[in-house]
């Protein structure tokens, strides 16, 4: 299987630029999350969702938007970036009481905004 | 909202010596989770804990929850260097779907 997988792996963006970090997995699992690290930094969580057509915010949800058409997919948009968007971006899968809520991550997301 | 925080934020160890980091919650919790990160790669789950006062042991890691559920601890034993990387915890709010993670504690184990 090949997990939760994110792309791209890096971005550069230029202050005001928009873009969409890609997120899918083959796990069927129901619920998904968005996370943001920044430099030595613990997870911030920014959306999640526990299911399609269903979708909350978390801790630091300003500046980004998401969307989950599919079980399969939770796609990021980044609308306007700014220098403090600049982190490395985690989406992660579980299916909870599976015997345990274990979460999945992808290998993450580099992006810098300069 | 609810916090999580992690102390103690860095600890560096003599190989062969003990570790041992707390995890602090605002709120109740459903359950928590340890979460261990290598530099530069993402969290990897090693366990989770749902019962007041529940320990559990993985080899030389011991896992604990408070009896109020509300903070956590892992203790490694006789570090090695493979044990080097931030260690996470993640709690879930009760009632609700969505795990906070805690600031992390970065272990270096000196050999």
Known sequence: NAGV???PKFRILKIGQSMTLQCTQDMNHNYMYWYRQDPGMGLKLIYYSVGAGITDKGEVPNGYNVSRSTTEDFPLRLELAAPS??????????????????IYFGEGSWLTVV | GQQVMQI?????????EDFTTYCNSSTTLSNIQWYKQRP?????????????GE????????FQFGEAKKNSSLHITATQTTDVGTYFCAGRESGTYKYIFGTGTRLKVLA
């Open chain 2, 8 to 16: 103690p934020q860095y600890q560096h160890v003599q190989e062969g």
């Open chain 2, 40 to 52: 530069g790669g993402h969290p990897v789950f090693l366990i989770q804990l749902v019962k007041s």
């Open chain 2, 55 to 62: 320990v559990k042991k993985q080899k030389r890691l011991t």
């Open chain 1, 85 to 102: 968007q600049t982190s490395v971006y985690f989406c992660a899968s579980s299916r909870l009481g599976s015997p345990a809520d274990t």
């Open chain 1, 5 to 7: 997988t994110q792309t």
